[in-house]
């Protein structure tokens, strides 16, 4: 019979690697990646592509290792500002889970494994937008989240690439059905994003970071941005509508939730108290995206 320290000893280095492997997961930021895939998903298909299984498995694979390589950089460059944040500093880089080398070649390994394979097996366009992604949140947005609160709209640009590299994984090319979506992630992302840095304000003032909730304490500027990219997207989700790009099915859903936003953008311009209102509105943009976008697959993949 094995005996009990033996047994312990074989546990010891499996859960090592258990932790390790959790850590290195948790770099990627699945949660956010696993937007990025999807969002990635629904711009292929609402393309309406001729149906090609090998190049569908092909974008959500580049597409998740491409978003988990930019999020593992991003917590690399990061790691000292994570550090000082109660929300972040539970990562695995400051928390020493693992080493500042390891993250950097995971990041980079996952970056260009996945945009290769968006070039090999998809396409070049779609491989490029690929690059722009991560070459845009990595180098651009990450470094001004300490210099600007214009951070917010800068990092709204990679956050609103993804849905073209599905509609150029379908089309090999861009069109305005693909703007459209770009617009739609954009517009959302700003009152998702004012939310949240109202919610966590004081964890951004003691990392010294220049978000709006930051630099103006009040909220009226965050809540002011908040209600007019509400606005903003409901125009934008709906514009397709009159262009006849879209049918009805599509257009009353992104009419409802977009009007549900922009109540939801209200109250939080309106609140004095606006913690509530912030945790509301950030409900409302979760709530969101998933039937607009299941709306605009199911118009044009299977109404189209």
């Excluded at 009419?255 to 945790?279: E, H, N, P, Q």
Aim: net charge positive.
């Amino acid at each position: 019979m094995q005996s009990t320290s033996s047994v312990s000893s074989i546990d010891l280095p499996i859960a090592h690697v258990r932790r390790k492997l959790g850590a290195y997961w948790e770099l990627t930021k699945p949660r956010l990646s696993l937007l990025s895939v999807i969002t990635a998903l629904a711009g292929y298909l609402a393309a309406n592509p001729v149906r090609d299984a090998g190049k569908l498995i092909a974008l959500v694979i580049g597409t998740s290792l491409a978003a988990g390589g930019a999020a593992a950089l991003n917590q690399w460059l990061e790691r000292d500002l994570d550090a000082r944040m109660a929300r972040t500093r539970t990562r695995p880089l400051p928390m020493g889970q693992i080493s500042l080398v390891g993250a950097l070649l995971w990041g980079l390994v996952l970056s260009y494994t996945g945009t290769w394979l968006l070039f090999k097996y998809v396409n070049g366009l779609s491989a490029l937008l690929g690059v722009a992604t991560i070459v845009s949140y990595i180098l651009v947005y990450t470094p001004l989240k300490t210099r600007t609160p214009w951070c917010t709209h800068m990092g709204a640009i990679p956050g609103a690439l993804p849905p073209l590299i599905g509609w150029a994984a379908a089309t090999g090319t861009v069109s305005g059905l693909g703007w459209v979506l770009f617009g739609v992630l954009f517009a959302w992302q700003i009152p998702h994003f004012m939310a949240i840095a109202w919610t966590y304000r004081r964890d951004y003032a003691q990392a010294a970071m220049p978000m709006i909730t930051v630099v103006e304490p009040s909220g009226r500027r965050a809540a002011r941005e908040a209600f007019f990219f509400s606005v903003l997207l409901l125009g934008v989700s709906v514009w397709p509508v009159f262009l006849g790009q879209v049918g009805w099915f599509y257009g009353s859903v992104a009419l409802v939730c977009g009007v549900y936003m922009i109540m939801r953008a209200w109250s939080f311009l309106k609140a004095t108290s606006k913690d509530r209102a912030a945790r509301k509105l950030f409900f409302a943009s979760i709530f969101y995206l998933p039937p607009v976008l299941a709306a605009l697959v199911i118009d044009q993949w299977l109404l189209g």
